[in-house]
């Protein structure tokens, strides 16, 4: 199968071919050079600095690190077209020439190595690849276009800020929110579904108290370890007796840290989990079950204290507009044909593209491009081994870039287009 191949070519991607080398070299850039949630300056740079030269007007500095671009091409329609920025505190673990060996401060002063373990660095060249080519070809349509390099998606704080700071009286209303992402998949392949896309997720703390003692004389403790163990088995029992069988929820402890010495009994836990879910009912179930699970154990140790329940971040759920999504699917296959593009499944990883449209009162549209060499998916798929490939946030993701590059700049314009006639 040939997955670069098109139907129609619109006459804005023209120019793609010999754009492509640059866009290389910009990816292998961002990759080598990632940065943390709102630490984004070189890489918004690059951003500005290449929306500048293609003729846009440019604000940098939105929620801290954002960059908007604002391309005016006459009357039309105007178009969100948005990219996320940030890495991950990760080390890399690829062997490419171009992979990271950044470290950087951490939020809470620590050492940390730093990696584009989701695919953001693919997501900025996306966007610079698209945004360039829209504004050589202006006589091919018309309207408004406005890219937006967005800071700290992966703390779900980067959207909310933009927004805080102005976003939406400071530019022009979109009649549309488009945005895209880099999954495990055959490279050059898009998938994406009308309503949910992506899972609402609430992160919590959860802090434990107990009675410290020496590791010889538990009587004389109320010991917060056998309290977190406790409520992490307990809380297990959320999704397979509490959730029905035709929903859907993931409850995940991420970390249960206690104690420094095996001697020891500590006089505090804490537990972080994580909950995804795609009904706002089973999320306010599902969050009333942990408050009742830890409260419950807590009690049941004799716990000194009520336990502490602290949420970390949120990520709202994403949901597709269904004329929106049809419109970009209609575009999709005229240009690409039906071979490569796919309807999916709600995807339970989380996002924060939907506030934008949430919260203007506007369509999204949020779909998923792959980034796996189609031979090697095609292979572990026949031995049911695809759960064996790196996902995101994996030290070994690394979207193979072509024909992942072309592919994912190819949709934005393509999107972008079907409310951008000429």
């Not at 292979?379 to 081994?385: M, Q």
Request: aromatic share 6%; glycine share 8%; proline share 6%.
């Amino acid at each position: 199968m040939n997955t670069t191949a098109t139907t129609a070519p619109d006459p804005v991607l023209r120019n793609l071919g010999a754009l492509l080398p640059d866009l290389e070299a910009l990816y292998k850039d961002v990759h080598a050079h990632p940065e943390l949630s709102m630490q984004e300056t070189r890489t918004a740079g690059l951003a500005a600095e290449r929306l500048r030269a293609a003729g846009y007007d440019v604000t940098t500095g939105v929620g801290k690190t954002g960059v908007v671009g604002v391309l005016r091409n006459g009357d039309g329609p105007t178009v969100m077209l948005r990219a996320d920025m940030d890495a991950l505190p990760v080390a890399e673990a690829t062997s490419v020439p171009y992979a990271s060996k950044v470290q950087a401060t951490g939020p809470e002063g620590e050492t940390v190595p730093v990696m584009h373990a989701c695919g953001h660095d693919m997501h900025v060249t996306w966007l610079a690849g698209a945004t360039a080519l829209m504004a050589q070809a202006r006589d091919a349509w018309h309207g408004t276009l406005m890219a937006v390099f967005q800071p700290a998606e992966e703390t779900a704080a980067g959207a909310q800020a933009m927004i805080d700071d102005g976003l939406f009286k400071r530019f022009p209303k979109p009649d549309v929110v488009l945005g895209q992402h880099v999954m495990v998949g055959p490279a050059g392949m898009l998938g994406g579904r009308t309503g949910a896309i992506t899972s609402a997720a609430d992160s919590l703390q959860i802090r434990l108290f107990g009675r410290g003692a020496h590791g010889s004389m538990p009587q004389a403790s109320i010991d917060p370890v056998v309290m977190a163990a406790s409520v992490v088995l307990r809380l297990q029992t959320i999704v397979s007796r509490e959730v029905a069988a035709a929903e859907a929820a993931v409850v995940t402890v991420g970390a249960l840290q206690a104690g420094t010495k095996e001697n020891v009994i500590p006089d505090e836990a804490i537990i972080k989990l994580n909950v995804r879910t795609f009904d706002e009912g089973v999320r306010q179930r599902v969050l009333a079950a942990i408050t009742r699970i830890v409260n419950a154990e807590a009690e049941a140790s004799g716990a000194p204290r009520k336990p502490e329940i602290t949420p970390l971040d949120r990520y709202p759920l994403a949901v597709n507009d269904a004329a929106a999504s049809q419109r970009v699917v209609e575009a999709f296959r005229r240009h690409f044909t039906d071979e490569r593009v796919r309807t999916t499944g709600p995807a339970s990883a989380s996002e924060d593209f939907g506030s934008f449209g949430s919260e203007w009162g506007v369509p999204s549209v949020f779909w998923f491009v792959g980034g796996t060499d189609a031979e090697v998916y095609a292979k572990a798929r026949a031995e049911n081994r695809i759960n064996e490939l790196p996902t995101n946030h994996n030290p070994s993701f690394l979207p193979v870039i072509h024909p992942t590059l072309e592919t994912g700049v190819e949709a934005l314009v393509v999107a972008a287009r079907a409310w951008l006639a000429a």
